[in-house]
């Protein structure tokens, strides 16, 4: 089973629109947790950290369901500018894996005038 | 304000050839990783250095090597290279591990 697991889209949607991206991980050593975001050919760049508490930048908000191992990104009043790969990323807090990042496969958003 | 670069951005191999990816941040950054891309299957760490001195295995780690340099250098070289290394190379740092990373720009690699 992968450490992380988002389902890869494509999500196709209008300017102005809301969307919601989800992720599962499956190793409860986990302890944080980013969202990243890659434009096509570019690298990755983060786009924010997820506190247990939720957290919110912006028009866009995470949360974090620890009992489900859960993630989720949702963006508002979605802009063209948008369109891109969102990869949900977690580290490991203790073990052999300390501190290392696994990274989802990534979500692909369109955003369509 | 340069952050993480990559050498070099591309790259044509022939089936056995050998090459060696730089790359230096300069964040004062503890960590350092290689990462490799291809489609479908996201980002897989290769090779990681936690601190200055030190390497480990990642996930993906045969048919390469690494080298720490120094705190600010950090290389992969591949020594035989295999049309399945062909993909998207991505170095990486980060203050300490567990931390967000920065990346480069990446090292698009063919192997024919």
């Known amino acids: 089973r992968k450490e992380v697991e988002q389902d890869p889209g494509p999500f196709n949607v209008p300017e102005g629109a809301t969307v919601a991206f989800n992720c599962t991980y499956s190793?409860?050593?986990?302890?944080?947790f980013f969202w990243y975001r890659q434009d096509c050919r570019k690298e990755p760049k983060l786009l924010m950290s997820?506190?247990?508490s939720g957290n919110e930048d912006g028009r866009f908000t995470a949360q974090l369901n620890r009992a489900s191992q859960y993630i989720s990104l949702l963006i508002r009043d979605s802009k063209l500018s948008d369109s891109a790969t969102y990869l949900c990323?977690?580290?490991?807090?203790?073990?052999?894996?300390?501190?290392?990042?696994?990274f989802g496969r990534g979500t692909q958003l369109t955003v369509w005038p | 304000n340069a952050g993480v670069t990559q050498t070099p951005k591309f790259q044509v191999l022939k089936t056995g050839q050998s090459m060696t990816l730089q790359c230096a941040q300069d964040?004062?950054?503890?960590?350092m990783y290689w990462y490799r891309q291809d489609p479908g299957m996201g980002l897989r760490l290769i090779y990681y250095?936690?601190?200055?001195?030190?390497?480990d295995k990642g996930e993906v780690p045969n048919g390469y090597n690494v080298s720490r340099l120094n705190k600010r250098e950090f290389s992969l070289r591949l020594e035989s290279a295999a049309p399945s290394q062909t993909s998207v190379y991505f170095c990486?740092?980060?203050?300490?591990?567990?931390?967000?990373?920065?990346f480069g720009s990446g090292t698009r690699l063919t192997v024919v």
């Open positions: 990486a740092s980060s203050q300490h591990q567990g931390y967000g990373y920065t």
């Open positions: 190793n409860s050593a986990s302890q944080s």
């Open positions: 997820v506190y247990s």
């Open positions: 990323v977690v580290a490991h807090d203790r073990g052999s894996t300390l501190g290392r990042l696994y």
């Open positions: 964040m004062n950054h503890n960590s």
């Open positions: 250095s936690a601190s200055e001195g030190t390497t």
